[in-house]
């Protein structure tokens, strides 16, 4: 009996000393800088930028994983800083604001409603593992709605996967960042063709 007493006191007394700190990392989706714009306004219009709706799956602070068709999982100790819906309409507030297309870019207007409305869809946000190989994988979707029309000016969906050339998080979330600055690329091309 005295043996089991030692034994069930030693591993409590190991479990207690362990001083092994569980850290949290966090990670951000960032606008990758573009320069202003010196020209005029493309448009004498102004763009209000809606909230950016991102699929509930995705759209928590953990960092979702999928490495099966239909099943993801989530990151407890690697989280996104900011969420997702907030950091993308950031991101897209500035860009567009920087690229001179319309004559005023802002999340809200409340003198009035604006000539443009621009929607966006987040339907992925997520890192895949296919054969031991680490993806950044965004499906997002873009939806300038003319206000004053009443219709869709201009649309553009992008599914992209970007293979990470190491398992990691952070090259997940740059990489990230760097497809929607290239879809945002071609958005402002399709406005401007407009």
Not at 85 to 97: G, H, K, P, R, Y
């Amino acid at each position: 009996m005295k043996k089991v007493i030692v034994v069930f006191l030693a591993l409590f007394l190991a479990g207690c000393g362990s001083n092994r700190v569980v850290v949290k990392n966090y990670y951000l989706i960032e606008p990758i800088m573009i320069e202003q714009s010196a020209s005029d306004p493309l448009s004498e219009g102004r763009c209000e930028i809606s909230d950016v709706d991102v699929a509930a799956p995705f759209a928590g602070r953990e960092i979702a994983i999928r490495d099966k068709s239909h099943s993801i999982k989530y990151y407890e100790n690697h989280q996104w800083a900011v969420q997702a819906n907030q950091a993308i309409t950031a991101v897209i507030n500035d860009n567009l604001s920087a690229r001179n297309l319309f004559r005023q870019v802002g999340r809200r207007f409340w003198d009035g409603r604006p000539e443009y409305s621009l929607y966006t869809n987040v339907h992925q946000l997520e890192v895949i593992i296919k054969d031991k190989d680490f993806f950044a994988h965004l499906n997002i979707e873009f939806m300038l709605f003319d206000n004053k029309g009443d219709s869709v000016a201009v649309a553009h969906k992008a599914n992209r996967e970007l293979r990470l050339p190491e398992k990691s998080l952070n090259l997940m979330a740059k990489s990230i960042s760097e497809i929607l600055a290239e879809e945002l690329n071609i958005l402002s091309s399709k406005i401007e063709q407009q």
